[in-house]
């Protein structure tokens, strides 16, 4: 019995500490991304846009995708309408999903783009 006791905190315990490893409240707000000086003559609304990053990993350790960054959904998102300069109003979110034997974590962007029209 107390074999089994000795086992049942052990898992417990590793649980606890692999899901302290990826469990964050992340989440943050910018009025922009970079804009040189240049371009801030002439730039329109585009539209809201989304950009995401995502990372899996298999039995909550071993990464599957390359890593999570917000780097990449920022650039995500600037890809989604063309013409995009820059980004304002972001909403940074990172998100956990912990399913059986693989998690997934992802950073979200939210944004609003600016670029120049482009003349058809």
Not at 14 to 41: R, W
Not at 67 to 82: F, H
């Amino acid at each position: 019995m107390t074999q089994i006791f000795k086992a049942q905190r052990i898992v417990i315990v590793m649980v606890l500490i692999l899901s302290g490893c990826n469990i964050a409240n992340h989440g943050s707000f910018t009025s922009k991304t970079y804009q040189a000086p240049a371009d801030q003559e002439s730039l329109v609304e585009l539209g809201p846009v989304v950009g995401i990053s995502c990372q899996t990993q298999f039995l909550y350790l071993l990464p599957i995708d390359e890593s999570v960054s917000t780097l990449l959904a920022v650039n995500n998102a600037k890809q989604k309408i063309e013409g995009t300069v820059v980004l304002t109003d972001m909403i940074i979110d990172d998100t956990l999903s912990i399913q059986f034997g693989y998690s997934e974590q992802c950073i979200i962007v939210h944004a609003i783009a600016f670029g120049l029209l482009s003349k058809q």
